[in-house]
C-alpha cells in the first residue's frame, strides 16, 4: 500500500528529521485543524523509551504554564 503524504506534513517532515538528526530529538507528535477542518494528527520517530510513535501516542507535559498559554490562545 502507498501513503499519500499531506502537504502540510510534507513541509514540515524536514524540519522534523533535522531536529531528530542534529539536536537529538526522539520524536514528534504534531496536531493540526485547519478552520473547522477535522484535526489531522502525524508522529515521527520515537518516544524516550524508544517505542514507535503513533497519532495516539500519549506524551507528558514537561510545561503546564507553556499548555495553559496555548489553550488561552485558543
Not at 20 to 26: E, L, S, T
Request: hydrophobic share 55%.
Amino acid at each position: 500500500t502507498s501513503m499519500i503524504t499531506p502537504p502540510w506534513q510534507a513541509r514540515v517532515l524536514p524540519l522534523l528529521e533535522d531536529a531528530i538528526q542534529a539536536h537529538g530529538v526522539p520524536g514528534f507528535v504534531l496536531a493540526r485543524q485547519a478552520g473547522s477542518g477535522p484535526v489531522e494528527v502525524f508522529a515521527l520517530g520515537t518516544d524516550a523509551a524508544g517505542v514507535a510513535l503513533t497519532p495516539a501516542a500519549w506524551l507528558p507535559v514537561a510545561s503546564i504554564t507553556k499548555l495553559a498559554t496555548a489553550l488561552a490562545l485558543l
